[in-house]
């Protein structure tokens, strides 16, 4: 998958907690039919094992609809899967080392301060999820970070800049009016009695 | 490291918890020189970055010593450590998905049935952990594993085999006497006041 083209606008991050027992397979179909652009699976209760299987089974429905799959930490499962592409957090491999390993694929990197988004792109990240931006339920402990942090953010790294943290339609034209390149949501889209609609209402309303 | 110069006698498995608040570090490093000839980091609650961070510590220490570092389950420490091997368990990474993407390395499998053991050696594992043994603190979800069934192992397959779950002064002889290669061990060491005399005591009675 060509890096470049990657669109960023509608980014998906996965949370089993937010589907209410219903299939995340099913569900991440239905947000892709929606509209989301990119998925990013995130799993931290798994066996090795278990998330691996999983993995694979989003990776089928992501590559039938040509969307790239970004694995969340674990290098280990985006290698065994071949996945499009790895998303670090502060507590998890270094960039360095991500690039390293899992080279010519799209490595994101979590940043909550200016410094931290111009280190990710110095190392050669592809893009940075800034956040949080709202409080969320999924992700408690994440740092705030405000419209206008997220802004200079934007308007001082070149690679592409995802915000993510409580993003809704109730709050989204308040990120992307800071020029950035997408938004990241769980419960915007998994927490929704339909996720096929709450997609295609956000995408709706990118476009706007 | 050359493979077939492994020594399994004396297989340190880590855990945190069985050491009572000692800094793991210093107590692998007693470990060693009580005698433990091969060390095995298993962490199942660190970040990434917290697991890599600590395996690089102990890293020096076993390079010091030249005795192999194995890391338990997770492939994307072991690639960003470059260790010495990689031990994996029935609910880890697949044993040919480590093997392609760790070439070179150690591979050992958990096993506790012949059948396990017999495709962890067809499928290219360097050795089996063979347990549990004994009832464990340590594990207590483990599959028991009969004194009868690990000699039945042991004469079914050709790779070295270690006995796990257990075993302490008291037994080793009862598994040793099963021809096997040597014996793995958390508690036996970690978990007693002096690490390194009884590192010392169970390498003295292995060598009876």
């Given at each position: 998958?060509?890096?470049?083209?990657?669109?960023?606008?509608?980014?998906?991050?996965?949370?089993?907690?937010?589907?209410?027992?219903?299939?995340?397979?099913?569900?991440?179909?239905?947000?892709?039919?929606?509209?989301?652009?990119?998925?990013?699976?995130?799993?931290?209760?798994?066996?090795?094992?278990?998330?691996?299987?999983?993995?694979?089974?989003?990776?089928?429905?992501?590559?039938?609809?040509?969307?790239?799959?970004?694995?969340?930490?674990?290098?280990?499962?985006?290698?065994?899967?071949?996945?499009?592409?790895?998303?670090?957090?502060?507590?998890?491999?270094?960039?360095?080392?991500?690039?390293?390993?899992?080279?010519?694929?799209?490595?994101?990197?979590?940043?909550?301060?200016?410094?931290?988004?111009?280190?990710?792109?110095?190392?050669?990240?592809?893009?940075?999820?800034?956040?949080?931006?709202f409080?969320?339920?999924?992700?408690?402990?994440?740092?705030?970070?405000?419209?206008?942090?997220?802004?200079?953010?934007?308007?001082?790294?070149?690679?592409?800049?995802?915000?993510?943290?409580?993003?809704s339609?109730a709050n989204l034209?308040q990120?992307?009016?800071?020029?950035?390149?997408?938004?990241?949501?769980?419960?915007?889209?998994?927490?929704?009695?339909?996720?096929?609609?709450?997609?295609?209402?956000?995408?709706?309303?990118?476009?706007?």
């Amino acid at each position: 998958m060509n890096k470049v083209k990657v669109d960023y606008s509608l980014y998906l991050v996965t949370d089993r907690n937010a589907l209410g027992g219903r299939d995340l397979i099913r569900s991440v179909e239905q947000a892709i039919k929606g509209g989301v652009t990119l998925v990013q699976l995130r799993e931290k209760s798994l066996s090795t094992r278990n998330f691996l299987e999983l993995a694979g089974r989003i990776k089928e429905i992501t590559d039938h609809y040509q969307i790239p799959l970004i694995i969340n930490d674990r290098l280990d499962i985006a290698l065994a899967l071949d996945a499009d592409g790895l998303h670090i957090g502060q507590d998890d491999l270094p960039m360095i080392k991500a690039k390293e390993l899992f080279p010519n694929k799209i490595i994101g990197v979590s940043a909550s301060t200016l410094e931290e988004a111009l280190l990710a792109q110095q190392q050669g990240a592809d893009y940075v999820g800034v956040g949080a931006i709202f409080t969320t339920p999924t992700k408690t402990d994440a740092a705030e970070v405000s419209l206008d942090q997220l802004e200079h953010i934007k308007k001082s790294v070149a690679i592409p800049v995802v915000a993510i943290g409580g993003i809704s339609e109730a709050n989204l034209h308040q990120v992307m009016c800071k020029g950035i390149d997408g938004i990241a949501v769980v419960s915007a889209i998994l927490a929704k009695d339909n996720i096929l609609e709450a997609a295609q209402q956000l995408r709706k309303l990118l476009e706007q």
